[in-house]
């Protein structure tokens, strides 16, 4: 699963449980910096989690490198997770 961020591109592993990031060391310097500008301009990242179909995956489960994870907040799944899928809601004619 790939996800497009403002850090660059992000591979989701074979098993699905952890994030893989690039292994040029260019890429993760430059992704560090710009990852400490966005901290020191005391920015955050709102996380929400997500069923992956295998469980649902929080902030918790990821492997992220500090400097992001102390940027990141979660948003606690009970304020906003309903367990309805959107194709569900368009079959019924909701939307």
Known sequence: MLIKTLLGN????????????????LCRVFRFRRLKRIATRGCK????GRDMGTGFVRLADLDLPDVLRNISREVPPEV????????????????
């Open 45 to 48: 990242f709102l996380v929400f």
């Open 10 to 25: 992000i591979q989701r592993n074979e098993r699905g449980n952890s994030l893989a990031y690039a292994n040029c060391l």
């Open 80 to 95: 906003f997770r309903e367990n309805v899928s959107s194709t569900g809601l368009r079959k019924a004619g909701a939307w």
